[in-house]
């Protein structure tokens, strides 16, 4: 159970840092 827990973390972490990536490129085009 832990171990679902932490990879579920893990995918949760890098998934926040794509949306950032993305959030970041999409305000760039905006400009």
């Given at each position: ?29 905006r400009k």
């Amino acid at each position: 159970m832990f171990y679902n827990y932490d990879s579920f973390q893990m995918i949760n972490d890098s998934a926040k840092i794509v949306y950032l990536k993305v959030d970041c490129l999409g305000r760039l085009y905006r400009k």
